[in-house]
């Protein structure tokens, strides 16, 4: 069964007694994980308990594909329905999953996790397509869904945050929802019960001070800072920041600044691009990220782009000095954009 987004939520609340078998997959593997407690608890109240609940390993089923079949198959000594899990999965057990979906004796929930899955995945293609089973997809929280999931952990324990504080959450937060919510209650909890947190406070606890400063090296280069670049750089490599993550995170900058220029190409003005963009740039960055896409036509992103992605690649080849080659290419970079701003301020 492929359920449609607006079944997703009811879905997930009461399972129909029908299903048998249960597929939840995504790039987040952390709303994988909370989606597929909150249906097992539909079933089993105590996750841990060894008697209604039966954890496999897709190792497990290399040797024995038909025990996740005979797990589903067995009668609950204590009554109700048992658990069958199954985590990590990927196309390699659609066979075993096969099995199990066949069995006709007991009544057992089985609930796979796997991770992303593409729309020809055999084994999203079984679960869509078979009635007693259904496929849940988990998409990385973003807008609305991230902003959400912030304000309903902070509300758990009657803590407020101020709107620049919520917008720098929702910047810096998504990849996977269970560093979300633990990242957000660290916050809630350094804030006290009926509290409100500030900017401030969201800055220091949210997020590592690695990524913070790989924002603020990305944010250099594209402005044209060279001398903020390199001070940021020579202390990122002191702290223990590498050379491949410093140039993705600035890559990952470019690509942006990218899609915005495209945006624009097509007709958008600047504030409509930078509004399409996903996840929602942050406030207090905009004023500099407006500045960028005057100064980076979307020719010279290309060319950024691919010197990035060379760079990278220099990076791993035995016996390079990638610390050199990443300095070079985004020094490089910071350069090519203070000369843009010049002849711009030269031009007005």
């Given at each position: 069964?492929?359920?449609?987004?607006?079944?997703?939520?009811?879905?997930?609340?009461?399972?129909?007694?029908?299903?048998?078998?249960?597929?939840?997959?995504?790039?987040?593997?952390?709303?994988?994980?909370?989606?597929?407690?909150?249906?097992?608890?539909?079933?089993?109240?105590?996750?841990?308990?060894?008697?209604?609940?039966?954890?496999?390993?897709?190792?497990?089923?290399?040797?024995?594909?038909?025990?996740?079949?005979?797990?589903?198959?067995?009668?609950?000594?204590?009554?109700?329905?048992?658990?069958?899990?199954?985590?990590?999965?990927?196309?390699?057990?659609?066979?075993?999953?096969?099995?199990?979906?066949?069995?006709?004796?007991?009544?057992?929930?089985?609930?796979?996790?796997?991770?992303?899955?593409?729309?020809?995945?055999?084994?999203?293609?079984?679960?869509?397509?078979?009635?007693?089973?259904?496929?849940?997809?988990?998409?990385?929280?973003?807008?609305?869904?991230?902003?959400?999931?912030?304000?309903?952990?902070?509300?758990?324990?009657?803590?407020?945050?101020?709107?620049?504080?919520?917008?720098?959450?929702?910047?810096?937060?998504?990849?996977?929802?269970?560093?979300?919510?633990?990242?957000?209650?660290?916050?809630?909890l350094y804030v006290g019960t009926g509290g409100e947190a500030s900017l401030t406070d969201a800055q220091q606890l949210v997020g590592d001070s690695s990524a913070l400063a790989l924002d603020q090296i990305a944010l250099a280069v594209a402005n044209g800072d060279?001398?903020?670049?390199?001070?940021?750089?020579?202390?990122?490599?002191?702290?223990?920041?590498?050379?491949?993550?410093?140039?993705?995170?600035?890559?990952?900058?470019?690509?942006?600044?990218?899609?915005?220029?495209?945006?624009?190409?097509?007709?958008?003005?600047?504030?409509?691009?930078?509004?399409?963009?996903?996840?929602?740039?942050?406030?207090?960055?905009?004023?500099?990220?407006?500045?960028?896409?005057?100064?980076?036509?979307?020719?010279?992103?290309?060319?950024?782009?691919?010197?990035?992605?060379?760079?990278e690649t220099q990076c791993k080849s035995t016996g390079t000095p990638d610390l050199a080659v990443a300095g070079q290419t985004l020094l490089g970079l910071a350069y090519s954009a203070a000369r843009s701003r010049a002849r711009a301020g030269a031009r007005g």
């Amino acid at each position: 069964m492929k359920l449609k987004s607006n079944e997703i939520a009811g879905f997930i609340r009461r399972p129909p007694e029908h299903v048998r078998a249960v597929l939840i997959y995504g790039p987040d593997g952390g709303q994988v994980r909370e989606i597929s407690d909150r249906i097992a608890k539909t079933v089993v109240e105590d996750l841990a308990d060894p008697f209604q609940v039966s954890d496999l390993t897709p190792e497990s089923l290399k040797e024995e594909p038909s025990r996740i079949a005979d797990e589903a198959a067995a009668i609950s000594l204590t009554g109700g329905r048992r658990l069958v899990r199954l985590r990590g999965a990927s196309d390699a057990v659609t066979a075993a999953a096969e099995l199990a979906l066949g069995t006709k004796t007991g009544d057992s929930l089985v609930i796979i996790e796997a991770g992303a899955l593409e729309a020809r995945s055999k084994l999203r293609k079984l679960f869509e397509n078979e009635k007693q089973a259904a496929a849940v997809p988990c998409y990385l929280d973003s807008g609305a869904g991230l902003d959400n999931v912030i304000r309903e952990t902070l509300a758990s324990f009657d803590v407020r945050a101020t709107p620049d504080a919520l917008a720098y959450m929702s910047a810096h937060l998504g990849g996977d929802r269970r560093v979300t919510r633990s990242e957000v209650e660290k916050l809630a909890l350094y804030v006290g019960t009926g509290g409100e947190a500030s900017l401030t406070d969201a800055q220091q606890l949210v997020g590592d001070s690695s990524a913070l400063a790989l924002d603020q090296i990305a944010l250099a280069v594209a402005n044209g800072d060279v001398a903020a670049a390199d001070r940021l750089l020579q202390r990122g490599y002191a702290d223990g920041l590498n050379a491949i993550a410093v140039l993705r995170a600035v890559l990952r900058h470019f690509q942006r600044l990218h899609r915005a220029a495209a945006h624009m190409a097509d007709g958008d003005s600047a504030d409509q691009a930078v509004q399409k963009l996903r996840p929602p740039l942050f406030f207090a960055v905009k004023p500099a990220f407006m500045a960028q896409l005057r100064a980076w036509p979307i020719q010279r992103l290309r060319l950024a782009l691919n010197r990035l992605a060379e760079a990278e690649t220099q990076c791993k080849s035995t016996g390079t000095p990638d610390l050199a080659v990443a300095g070079q290419t985004l020094l490089g970079l910071a350069y090519s954009a203070a000369r843009s701003r010049a002849r711009a301020g030269a031009r007005g």
